[in-house]
C-alpha cells in the first residue's frame, strides 16, 4: 500500500508560480511511475502530467507544456508539480496519483494508476 499526500496548493493570482508536493508513506517509490491529475468544478478528471520510476521519462497535458514541470526526489519519496505562468482555467483540485510498474515509463490516463491521494486545492485569481 502507498499513501500519497498533496501539498502547497493555494490562492494564487493569474501569472503566479506554486508548487505542489505529493509525500509517499508506506513503501517507496521508485518502483512507481507517477502522475497528476486535476479536477474542475463541473469538468472531469484530466491528465496534468507524468513522469517514470526512474525520472527519465515525463508526459504532459498540451494545455501545461512549457508551463508546468514534474519532477521526482526518490530518496525524499516525494513528486513535485512546479506550476508557473498560472492561469484562471488551471484553478482544480490536483491530485497526485501511483503506479507500479517494472518498466521505466510514464502513464497518462488515470485508469492505469493504482493510488491516489486526497488532492490539493489551488485557486487562480484574474
Known amino acids: 500500500q502507498v499513501q500519497l499526500v498533496e501539498s502547497g496548493g493555494g490562492l494564487v493570482q493569474a501569472g503566479a508560480s506554486l508548487r505542489l508536493s505529493c509525500a509517499a508513506s508506506?513503501?517507496?517509490?521508485?518502483?512507481?511511475?507517477m502522475g497528476w491529475f486535476r479536477q474542475a468544478p463541473g469538468k472531469e478528471r484530466e491528465f496534468v502530467a507524468a513522469?517514470?520510476?526512474?525520472?527519465?521519462?515525463?508526459d504532459y497535458a498540451d494545455s501545461v507544456k512549457g508551463r508546468f514541470t514534474i519532477s521526482r526526489d526518490n530518496a525524499k519519496n516525494t513528486v513535485y508539480l512546479q506550476m508557473n505562468s498560472l492561469k484562471p482555467e488551471d484553478a482544480a483540485v490536483y491530485y497526485c496519483?501511483?503506479?507500479?510498474?517494472?518498466?521505466?515509463?510514464?502513464?497518462?490516463?488515470?485508469?492505469?494508476?493504482?493510488?491516489w491521494g486526497q488532492g490539493t486545492q489551488v485557486t487562480v485569481s484574474s
Open positions: 513522469i517514470s520510476r526512474n525520472g527519465g521519462y515525463t
Open positions: 508506506g513503501r517507496t517509490i521508485s518502483t512507481n511511475a
Open positions: 496519483a501511483a503506479k507500479w510498474v517494472w518498466t521505466e515509463r510514464y502513464y497518462s490516463a488515470g485508469d492505469e494508476y493504482d493510488y
